[in-house]
């Protein structure tokens, strides 16, 4: 079988990062084409301040939790330039003292996309499930077509549409519909070794109560590094977000229009340990500035995890 060129397998992987669920691994079997590949991991983390991000719930307390991950990805050739991928998420975080915020997280994904005219186009349908505790919490289902390429030997980018439509249980007037447009761009220094990745997001929600309704611009940079430490090669990811969340009509509590200002950074060291496995060290930090009290706030996540696949 003639070899690919280096564009050619650089682009299937990075393809594969862009599907549904991004913690899923490039597949490990293959089957007259068919791929699949699935993860397992476990970890323990410390939350500084826990909360309920979609209700603006904060505790202002920091806790324990134990967090569990498994995931699974099927991929499969439906002709020589389509192809679909069926994928399935599951995550959980059961914490020490607050487990009335216990979470659930069911993700179902499908993916189908083309080459055509050296370009990707696609697009991406998404289901997801999130508990409470148990007890039903948020509905999500998200669609977004999408066109992805190369634009030069180290420039990739991509471009979406996102509608998405939540429920959120026991409260209606955050229920809401979104319109977004997003965008990404990747440069390779040393291929999948070295890169940088810079994005950006426009967003509008449209709730059922006004006082939720808010445009959104957002932007992320990202760094990854890949290096040998020991004969084994190790990755380190660094990245920062920054939201300006515009709110369209007056919250009664405060009598003005809402402005959140959200910053984030993260990092994220991954160490192999045998062929399969590896160990995840992450921390995190994010400034959270409101005009809106209980949207006011910082928080400090530090953890590990240990993942498998296969």
């Not at 498994?70 to 975080?93: C, E, H, I, R």
């Not at 999500?140 to 429920?167: E, H, M, Q």
């Not at 309704?213 to 090669?233: C, G, M, T």
């Not at 809106?292 to 696949?309: E, H, I, K, N, S």
Request: overall charge neutral; glycine content about 6%.
């Amino acid at each position: 079988m003639p070899r690919l060129s280096r564009r050619i397998r650089l682009a299937a992987l990075v393809l594969a990062w862009l599907c549904p669920v991004w913690s899923t691994p490039v597949a490990a079997e293959e089957n007259g084409g068919r791929q699949w590949s699935a993860e397992l991991g476990v970890g323990v983390e410390y939350d500084s301040n826990v909360s309920v991000d979609e209700v603006d719930v904060t505790s202002s307390q920091g806790d324990y939790a134990l967090t569990l991950d498994a995931g699974f990805a099927l991929k499969q050739p439906l002709s020589g330039s389509a192809n679909a991928a069926l994928t399935y998420d599951f995550s959980s975080s059961n914490y020490r003292e607050f487990s009335e915020v216990d979470r659930q997280t069911h993700m179902f994904g499908l993916d189908l996309n083309v080459s055509y005219a050296g370009m990707n186009p696609g697009i991406t349908l998404y289901y997801i499930d999130s508990r409470l505790d148990g007890s039903q919490f948020l509905q999500l289902s998200r669609y977004s077509p999408y066109v992805s390429g190369f634009l030069s030997k180290r420039w990739f980018a991509r471009g979406a549409y996102v509608y998405s439509d939540k429920t959120i249980q026991n409260q209606e007037a955050r229920d809401a519909t979104t319109h977004a447009g997003e965008g990404d761009l990747y440069f390779f220094v040393r291929g999948l070794r070295t890169y940088f990745n810079f994005g950006y997001r426009y967003r509008n929600e449209n709730a059922r109560a006004d006082q939720y309704d808010y445009l959104s611009n957002a932007v992320k940079l990202r760094f990854i590094q890949r290096f040998e430490l020991f004969s084994r090669l190790t990755k380190l990811e660094l990245a920062w977000r920054y939201e300006d969340r515009k709110y369209q009509s007056d919250t009664p509590s405060i009598g003005e229009k809402r402005h959140d200002q959200r910053n984030r950074l993260r990092v994220d060291y991954q160490i192999p340990v045998f062929a399969r496995g590896a160990i995840q060290f992450f921390a995190g930090y994010a400034d959270y500035d409101s005009n809106y009290p209980p949207a006011a706030y910082d928080q400090t996540l530090v953890g590990t995890r240990f993942f498998y696949t296969w």
